[in-house]
């Protein structure tokens, strides 16, 4: 898919699926407006707070997230319709009846439908019995499958294995969602390993996206792309204990994660150095800080123009560049070498010198 002409609205074309946190809201408020349309982010909530709803209100216009709340209490206060922003809610096949009518509610009320999450490693109960699930949906929510996006989420896909296990299934699911007139199927899923903590450090280290590799063996069946960002499809992680600075840099295929204990304990140094190793990569973008908004964090870092940030604002650059990547490799005719959608400053070409530590490794 390709951003619409003459007049029309973009259709989306990538759903990235992120958790509703300060780091990843950031990166989603930086970027560009013509880009804000393409891009459909699922937001999955652990809470809802006034932060939230303030963040939520400072997205770029154009840019309606869908909401999935399914993780907190069947609750007044997570009736999306109470929210006051425009947001599209996120329906799973076991939501209780209330909620399936509270989202209902929604859907109407910002005249933007709904997306149908389908979890493939999880909702598996046969084809008649999903498409029995969906029809209480439509049901209770008083919604018809044309209002509908379908999202197969087809959870962890981090190895081979992991990646033939995927793409069948998935394919299956994509085969039941023609029974049904939706309004777009996309299939999403998570690369990033759970844990990082496991890795070298002080040196850049190569991890297949298996994401975008399940997605592209499934692209001719017309479906659309989602993922996880730049983070893991299953909950948990590193959390708090490992708060090396850490970059996890898109490329075509794979990603390049930075996790630096160098020059000691003074943060501002090992991130500074951590950036001037990005820079001088070969996988830093030719258009360099202007290619996103992330970038030119990271660039300002490199030349000590800024703070060391924090595990938040590591993610929202991070997230940064890896949706204006996706975004462009979604959207770029081939050989052509725009720029990401945020307009930045342009420092000029990648640089020649030699990339420290660029042996390709994954995690163990």
């Not at 880009?35 to 707070?49: I, Q, R």
């Not at 499958?145 to 294995?161: F, R, S, Y």
């Not at 050989?335 to 390709?360: I, K, L």
């Amino acid at each position: 898919m390709v951003p619409a002409h003459g007049g029309r609205t973009a259709e989306p074309v990538y759903r990235p699926i992120l958790v509703a946190r300060r780091g990843e809201l950031e990166a989603l408020g930086h970027v560009d407006s013509a880009a804000a349309g393409l891009l459909a982010p699922v937001l999955e909530c652990s809470t809802v707070d006034a932060c939230l709803l303030d963040l939520l209100g400072r997205l770029p216009a154009g840019m309606v997230p869908a909401v999935d709340v399914s993780a907190l209490p069947d609750a007044p206060e997570t009736e999306l319709v109470r929210w006051g922003v425009p947001v599209v809610p996120v329906i799973g096949l076991a939501e209780s009846d209330r909620r399936l009518v509270a989202h209902g509610v929604a859907a109407q009320a910002y005249a933007r439908g709904a997306v149908v999450r389908l979890r493939a490693g999880q909702d598996r109960a046969g084809p008649d019995a999903t498409t029995a699930a969906v029809e209480r949906i439509w049901r209770y929510a008083r919604l018809v499958p044309e209002q509908c996006d379908l999202l197969i989420d087809a959870g962890d896909v981090c190895c081979p294995a992991d990646l033939r296990v995927a793409g069948p299934r998935a394919r299956r699911l994509v085969d039941w969602g023609r029974r049904h007139s939706w309004r777009s199927v996309t299939v999403a899923s998570g690369g990033m390993p759970p844990t990082l903590s496991r890795l070298p450090v002080d040196e850049p280290v190569r991890l297949d996206r298996w994401d975008w590799l399940l997605w592209q063996r499934l692209a001719e069946l017309g479906v659309g792309y989602g993922d996880y960002g730049v983070g893991p499809a299953l909950a948990g992680g590193d959390g708090p204990a490992d708060r090396l600075p850490t970059v996890r840099y898109t490329t075509d295929g794979a990603w390049w994660v930075y996790r630096w204990s160098r020059r000691g304990g003074r943060g501002d140094e090992r991130v500074a150095d951590l950036c001037r190793t990005l820079v001088a990569a070969p996988h830093w973008p030719a258009v360099g800080a202007g290619f996103s908004w992330g970038d030119h964090e990271l660039s300002r870092r490199a030349r000590r123009g800024a703070g060391a940030g924090s595990p938040s604002n590591w993610t929202a650059w991070s997230t940064s560049h890896h949706l204006a990547h996706v975004l462009e490799a979604l959207t770029r005719p081939a050989g052509d070498q725009r720029p990401g959608p945020w307009r930045g400053e342009d420092e000029g070409g990648r640089s020649g010198r030699p990339h420290r530590g660029g042996e390709s490794r994954r995690a163990g």
